[in-house]
C-alpha cells in the first residue's frame, strides 16, 4: 500500500522569522507589503497595509494583519527604514497643521 503525502514546502527564514505560505491569509498580508515597497520604493506603514487587508478579506481580524505586517518589517529588517517614513509622515502632519493655523 503506498501513501501519498503531500510535501511541505520550505519557507524561508531571515532574521528569526519565517515567510508565511502563498495563498494565505497570513501570506497576503506579506504580498501586500512586499506590493507596495515594489511599487513605491519605500516601506508600507502598517495603515496602509491594515487598509488594505481589510477590503480584500470578508472577516479578517485587524491583530492578525499588524502581527503578520511587524513580522515582515522584522524579516526584511527595515526598523530604521520604518522610523525614518513615520518620522517624514509626522513632519507633514506638523506642516500641514501651521499652514492650517493649527500650531
Sequence with gaps: MHINIPK?????I???FVRPEAGTLTGLV???A???Y???GKVPTVRQIV???MSR?????????RTQYWRWIQYHDFNVALKRVMSDERMRKRASRR???GE
Excluded: F, I
Excluded at 511541505?8 to 524561508?12: L, S
Design 51 to 53: 487598509q488594505q487587508y
Design 99 to 101: 499652514l492650517q493655523g
Design 57 to 65: 478579506v470578508q472577516g479578517a481580524k485587524e491583530t492578525t494583519c
Design 38 to 40: 515594489e511599487n513605491s
Design 34 to 36: 512586499d506590493e507596495h
Design 8 to 12: 511541505r514546502t520550505v519557507r524561508p
Design 30 to 32: 506579506w504580498d501586500l
Design 14 to 16: 531571515r532574521n528569526g
